[in-house]
């Protein structure tokens, strides 16, 4: 696998927010290991059949995978926090032509479905844990969150 590939790669990983990818390419492995997780970012791990070996690539400067900006209304509005169980991108409607799940001022039953994020192709939704009233929306539709990141909140 050539270098420019491996920059590739890591660029991918550095920007979509994932924390690691492993590719195989015959007896060529490598895995990257995002900047967001215990190992350090930048980290390839290149081995053969043969005795393995390890590469460490340069640090690469790179952004910090982006975090949702923190809403100053999340301190005056107090409520029941619904927060994503997992990493994966958000979307308030089942597909672009329906209604979106939930509105600000809707009521909401415990077990409603709230918005579905979908991660490695499957369309998980997420359901309300307590009843309420919609009382912020604290992500944009189609936008990548991170496990337990504030999604609604709920009065």
């Known amino acids: 696998m050539d270098l420019r590939k491996l920059k590739t790669l890591i660029d991918l990983v550095s920007e979509s927010g994932i924390s690691e990818l492993e590719v195989n390419e015959g007896e060529d492995r490598v895995r990257i290991v995002n900047a967001g997780s215990s190992a350090p970012a930048g980290q390839v791990v ?17 952004a910090p995978a982006p975090v949702a900006p923190v809403v100053e209304a999340q301190a005056v ?3 029941f926090v619904a927060r994503s169980p997992m990493v994966g991108t958000f979307y308030r409607a089942p597909n672009p032509e329906s ?5 600000i001022g809707d009521t909401v039953k415990v077990g409603q479905t709230l918005c579905i ?3 490695m192709k499957l ?4 359901e309300s844990e307590q009843a309420g009233v919609i009382k912020e929306i604290l992500c944009e539709n189609g936008q990548g969150v991170e496990f337990d990141q504030p999604l609604f909140i709920i009065a």
């Open 46 to 62: 290149y081995a053969n059949q043969a005795p393995a070996q390890t590469m460490q690539t340069a640090q690469m400067p790179s």
């Open 77 to 79: 509005q107090t409520g």
């Open 99 to 103: 209604p979106n799940f939930v509105n």
């Open 117 to 119: 994020i979908e991660a």
């Open 123 to 126: 369309l998980n939704e997420i």
